[in-house]
C-alpha cells in the first residue's frame, strides 16, 4: 500500500458506508470504526434480533472478541500488525453492564500492544452492535 492510499480488507467486514477500512498517510495507518460484523453476511456474533431488527439480547464477550479479530486482520493486511497500535479509541452502547467484560478482554488481548486508550459510552452505533473500535497504528 502507497503512502496516502486507501485499504479495504478482505477479511474484516465490509464498511456500512462510504467508506474505507483504513487509510495510509505516511509510516501512519487510520482505521475506520471497526464493530463485531462478520464479513459477507449481516451476523453479529452474540447477538439476537427481533423481526423487526431491534436487539433481544447480545453477548459482549463474543462481541469482543469478533472486533479484536476484525481489528487484526485490517491491521495485517494493510501491513501493519497489532504490535504497532498507538491509539485506540472503544465505542460501547452500555458503559455499566458492558465495561468490566470488555475490560478484562482487552487487557488480555492489548497487554504486548499497549496503545493509549479512551472508552466511551454512546447511545447506539449505525448496527445493532455494543461495541466499536477507532484504532491509529503504525506501519
Not at 478484562?104 to 486508550?117: E, G, H, I, M, V
Amino acid at each position: 500500500m502507497s503512502d496516502n492510499a486507501t485499504f479495504n480488507s478482505s477479511k474484516a467486514p465490509e464498511p456500512v458506508g462510504a467508506y474505507p477500512h483504513a487509510r495510509r498517510v505516511g509510516n501512519m495507518l487510520f482505521l475506520s470504526g471497526v464493530g463485531p460484523r462478520e464479513r459477507g453476511t449481516k451476523k453479529i456474533p452474540g447477538v439476537e434480533l427481533d423481526d423487526a431488527g431491534n436487539i433481544i439480547s447480545y453477548d459482549i464477550e463474543a462481541q469482543c472478541h469478533s472486533v479484536f479479530k476484525n481489528v487484526r486482520a485490517i491491521l495485517e493486511e494493510a501491513g501493519s500488525k497489532w504490535e504497532n497500535m498507538v491509539d485506540v479509541q472503544v465505542f460501547l452502547t452500555n458503559m455499566k453492564d458492558d465495561f468490566a467484560t470488555y475490560n478484562r478482554l482487552y487487557a488480555q488481548y492489548f497487554k504486548d500492544a499497549n496503545p493509549c486508550r479512551t472508552t466511551i459510552e454512546i447511545n447506539c452505533l449505525p448496527t445493532p452492535i455494543a461495541i466499536e473500535l477507532k484504532v491509529i497504528a503504525t506501519i
